[in-house]
């Protein structure tokens, strides 16, 4: 009778787990992409207070805006769909915005054994306190595809620049 219980609470378990994982794959956010060709980035945000309840992640996809969901822990997850130019912009009261620019194009190129492309990055946003004025000059890195070879490329720009001062109006 032992023997019987272990092996059907086994039973349940794995068919418990097994709903689960496939619930957890159709879980994903409504107009994000399903489909195999897609990109997956996987962003940690780091910010000096720690807590993450008013980060905005603005995602910007061929013209079209959403946003994107900030654990608590500072992890963020975004489908893009390959051959499509992305903007993510990480925002935080009294913290510098940062931008970065995602390029699928070349998600083709090359041979790349797992159809989902997984990217992972991290970004820190720096109190504006501390900048002396200044701001980012553009985006502070971009992700993307070798032509040709479907390679990961990234660069960063952390150029500064002064910021712009509302001045008063006059009348």
Known sequence: ???RHNTLLKTSLCAALL???GL???AKPPGLPMDDDAVELTGWLHVEDYTMEDVVLEVEVNGTYQVARVSNTGRCNVMLPADSKATLR???PGHLPKEVVVDTRYVHDGDRGARTRHVKFAVILELERFMGG???AGPVGSIGFDAGGGCVAVAH?????PAKRHTPMVF
């Open 1 to 3: 009778m032992e023997m």
């Open 19 to 21: 709903i689960n994982l």
């Open 90 to 92: 990480f925002e935080k």
């Open 134 to 136: 200044m701001t980012y």
């Open 24 to 26: 957890a794959k159709a």
């Open 157 to 161: 720009d952390k150029s500064l620049v």
